[in-house]
């Protein structure tokens, strides 16, 4: 399957509104999220992806598999601090296929530097997926620490 990672632009706002409702629905399966009265979950940090604001970086991109919508990936720097996937996801027909694996990669190809990833305790399949993403990114150069929160990855991926 061809994976692509694109920028998502300020046109796709809607698209990502969308995929990222979906995102939030699946995650109900590991934090308590409730619908507001229409009918939605709501994400309060979209609009900032496309915000100018010195004190942080925000990048929004797609995922494509075979040219259709797959996922999407939300990364952000705070000033001086590591990147952070923010969030990301992968449409349930196209998971357990590498899609992940690939748009992973690539988003970390764009984003040379420090980096965090983190998970809740309860999405077990994100921890065992970034593990074996970011170990194969670093060849096992990654240091994980627990919260109760849930777990994070801190590793560097060479620019
Ligand atoms: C986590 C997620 C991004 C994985 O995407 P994916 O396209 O299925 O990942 P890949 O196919 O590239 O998986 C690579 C490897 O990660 C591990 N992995 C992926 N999903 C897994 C699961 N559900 N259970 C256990 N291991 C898993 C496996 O080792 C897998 O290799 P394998 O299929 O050869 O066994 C996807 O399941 C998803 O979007 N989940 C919901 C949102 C989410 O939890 N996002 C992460 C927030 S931190």
């Not at 507001?36 to 010195?54: I, M, S, T």
């Not at 990364?75 to 601090?81: F, I, P, S, T, Y």
């Not at 970390?108 to 065992?128: D, I, L, Y």
């Not at 997926?129 to 990855?153: D, L, M, N, P, Y």
């Amino acid at each position: 399957m061809n994976v692509v990672v694109e920028p998502a632009k300020v046109e796709d706002k809607a698209v990502l509104r969308r995929l990222l409702e979906l995102y939030l629905y699946d995650f109900t399966e590991f934090l308590p999220h409730d619908l507001n009265e229409h009918g939605e979950f709501g994400y309060q940090y979209l609009d900032h992806y496309w915000a100018a604001d010195e004190r942080e970086t925000r990048l929004p991109f797609l995922v494509r598999a075979d040219g259709k919508l797959a996922g999407f990936a939300l990364v952000r720097r705070k000033a001086g601090g590591p990147w952070t996937m923010a969030e990301f996801f992968v449409m349930r027909k196209y998971r357990r296929g590498g899609v992940g694996s690939r748009a992973a990669r690539e988003v970390f190809a764009r984003c040379p530097g420090a980096w965090k990833v983190s998970e809740v305790t309860a999405n077990t399949p994100a921890q065992a997926f970034w593990r074996r993403v970011i170990g194969a990114a670093t060849g096992g150069r990654f240091t994980e620490e627990e919260s109760e929160k849930g777990v994070t990855q801190a590793f560097t991926i060479a620019g």
